[in-house]
């Protein structure tokens, strides 16, 4: 975010939900029926409903202001403006070079408002989870890590490194599972953080492709020589330093294989990941924060004719059938082995 000491904070306070919950946070978008609200530097989205009528009231007075794009506060006379945003002269400045842009400068814009000269993006770095643009110069060592991934200090201090952190994630998917229809086994499964030296490995030893953030390996075994009585071990890798929202998406993804593995599914790459993404699509569903947002959107927009295509044509199915008809169609294509 494009946004020096000099200039203020949001405008905090206190919103409190139709059930009496209440929130500190600050505004920093409305968008039609819907806003953002920045609560402990982290941004999430609810529905403007949500909040008795005096918040929604402010809600209201407070898009009604024209606003800078990087800090939004309020734009008065001397702005600058880049495409359909406004700026103040102070914001509209290179997050890497700190100096202020000028007619004819190409610039990219990060989807946390981040604002670069194109010429300069190698003194900027990316999040890979989150996608905000950081100075390269303010990085902390520890934000880079030793299989070439940068993280933000957000998504850093939000790192998935132990198991406790992995329980919470457990604690947030398993319900949603259990909601839409999705059973799965008693046992407790193996959940294990690993580094990216050992997904990569386990990928090329089973001929998986990409740079993958989660594996399941599963063994079966069966006691009376019928599938009905296979018993299962699954073990589940999943990247260590995830944020904790990225590992909501991860986890879920490979709980999915765990449903498929366990009943024998046989189907083609694109129907196999689109399921497990539209399993971690219901469940980042369920947090309202901006990054659960970007994640969804990049499966959205995903070119990837596996996770992407695949992902689209299982959700539109998922509309077409409900949930007790999708499982009912991968259910149909179950080969136990004989």
């Known amino acids: 975010m494009v946004c020096l000491a000099i200039i203020p904070r949001l405008h905090s306070r206190i919103f409190t939900s139709s059930n009496g919950t209440e929130v500190d946070g600050e505004v920093f978008e409305v968008d039609g029926h819907r806003v953002g609200l920045r609560v402990n530097e982290r941004d999430y989205y609810f529905s403007i409903s949500r909040f008795v009528r005096e918040d929604q009231a402010y809600m209201q ?24 945003d406004k700026y103040h002269t102070r914001c509209f400045r290179c997050l890497a070079c700190r100096k202020s842009f000028v007619g004819g400068d190409g610039l990219g814009k ?14 900027a770095l990316s999040c890979d989870s989150c996608s905000r643009f950081f100075r390269r110069e303010d990085a902390l060592p520890k934000q880079s890590f030793g299989d070439g991934r940068v993280h933000c200090r957000v998504c850093l201090e939000d790192g998935v490194f132990e198991g406790t952190k992995v329980s919470q994630v457990q604690a947030r998917i398993l319900p949603v599972l259990k ?28 001929k998986a492709e990409g740079k993958l953030r989660g594996l399941t390996l599963t063994k079966f075994k069966l006691t009376r020589g019928t599938p ?10 999943v990247l260590s330093g995830l944020p904790y929202v990225e590992c909501i998406a991860v986890l879920a993804h490979e709980y999915a294989h765990v449903w498929l593995n366990e009943r024998f599914i046989d189907s083609t790459p694109p129907e196999i990941e689109g399921f497990c993404n539209l399993i971690s699509e219901i469940c980042l569903g369920q947090d309202k924060s901006k990054v659960s947002l970007l994640l969804r959107e990049n499966m959205m927009k995903s070119e990837n004719p596996v996770y992407g295509a695949g992902f689209r044509r299982m959700r539109s199915r998922l509309k077409s059938l409900g949930w007790d008809g999708l499982f009912a169609e991968m259910l149909s294509k179950s080969s136990p082995p004989h």
Do not use: N, Q
């Open 61 to 84: 007075k407070w898009s009604a202001v024209e606003r800078c794009s990087s800090c939004k506060g309020k734009v008065g006379t001397g702005f600058r403006e880049a495409g359909d």
């Open 110 to 123: 990060g989807p946390w408002g981040g604002l670069v000269h194109l010429e300069h993006t190698s003194l």
């Open 179 to 206: 909601r839409v229809g999705m059973d799965l086994p008693t046992k407790p499964i193996h959940i294990e953080l690993v580094g990216r030296s050992f997904l990569d490995r386990e990928a090329k030893r089973i």
């Open 228 to 237: 009905s009585s296979a018993s299962f071990e699954h073990r589940i890798y």
